[in-house]
């Protein structure tokens, strides 16, 4: 099989890139392919003859996009739109990665794939507008929404959460959203097996169980050996440009279709701080 990674310089291309063994794989970033030129992105995957296209670049400032709106629609939507134009042309597969922002966090219990966009910032938006424009051009592409992505090789919250220990005797973190965070090595096998299997549609995919950021960090100081005191606060107290959902928990049922299980998000911090002692 061939592959054709874009985004594959972020903090999910990265392990993308890594695990994916036994295939073809060709992974490209902003600098290779900026995803807003439609005649580059289609000389670059008719030239990379890909049965699949994994698009995993984006925009992913929340904050920066509500400053910069008109930056943030012309990656995340009108580019993922000439991806999607380029592979529907070349006839590659496309699997594109969604984000829970798509949703307005009102619900109590885990969002399904059928349940409602309804996106609170100008990056949900975004995403959401990119999800509805690729159904429409490429009906049988595969959207994978995740969430709250860490990992070793970019910024994150686990990472940011341990710099800021290091020098603080007490931390405030919000208490009142809720999600699940998600390991990008967990998230990058459950990708590679999800093209491996041919899917399509919309799947849910985040390491398993859900906390607040505040119980995230806590767990993030514990692990860590960390003295630092973590404090609960509200959203309204930590004020952001965009609004975040109260709760995003998604559903496991859609990737479970898949025979594809993803491990508890305390195993997978676990595995993160390793990897992330390993590599200083
Ligand atoms: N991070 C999260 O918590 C989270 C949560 C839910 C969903 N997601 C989604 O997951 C995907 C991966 O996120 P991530 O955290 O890995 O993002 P990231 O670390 O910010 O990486 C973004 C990637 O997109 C590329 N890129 C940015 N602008 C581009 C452009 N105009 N043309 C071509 N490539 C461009 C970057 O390339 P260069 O580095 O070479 O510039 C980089 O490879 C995104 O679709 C994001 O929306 C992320």
């Not at 400032?61 to 509500?66: A, K, L, T």
């Not at 794939?113 to 424009?133: C, F, M």
């Not at 690729?134 to 940011?160: A, E, M, Y």
């Not at 952001?240 to 709760?247: C, E, S």
Request: aromatic share 8%.
């Amino acid at each position: 099989m061939k592959v054709l990674i874009l985004g594959a310089t972020g903090l999910l291309g990265k392990p993308l890139m890594r695990e994916w063994s036994g295939d073809e794989v060709v992974g490209l970033g902003s600098r290779d392919v900026d995803i807003r030129d439609e005649a580059r992105v289609l000389e670059v995957i008719e030239g990379s003859r890909a049965d699949w296209t994994v698009l995993a670049s984006a925009y992913t400032d929340v904050d920066g996009c509500e400053s910069h709106p008109d930056l943030a629609f012309a990656v995340n939507r009108d580019g993922a739109l000439n991806v999607a134009r380029g592979a529907q042309q070349v006839g590659s597969k496309l699997l594109f990665i969604g984000s829970d922002y798509v949703f307005d966090g009102r619900k109590t219990a885990p969002y399904d794939i059928g349940d409602q966009r309804n996106p609170q910032s100008v990056y949900g938006r975004t995403k959401a507008d990119a999800e509805l424009g690729l159904l429409h051009t490429l009906p049988g592409c595969c959207i994978v929404r995740t969430s709250w992505l860490f990992g070793v090789g970019g910024n994150c919250f686990p990472d940011t959460i341990l710099k800021l220990a290091a020098s603080r005797p007490s931390l405030d973190v919000v208490n009142d959203q809720r999600g699940c965070p998600t390991y990008t090595v967990d998230l990058a096998r459950a990708i590679i097996e999800l093209c491996r299997k041919d899917a399509s549609g919309i799947v849910h995919a985040t390491n398993s169980g859900d906390c607040t950021w505040f119980e995230f960090a806590r767990e993030i100081v514990k692990d860590a050996g960390l003295p630092t005191e973590v404090r609960p606060v509200s959203s309204q107290q930590m004020a952001r440009p965009a609004p975040r959902p109260a709760y995003s928990v998604l559903s496991a049922t859609s990737l479970r279709q898949y025979g594809i299980e993803m491990p508890g998000w305390q195993n997978a911090l676990g595995r993160y701080l390793q990897e992330r002692k390993s590599a200083t």
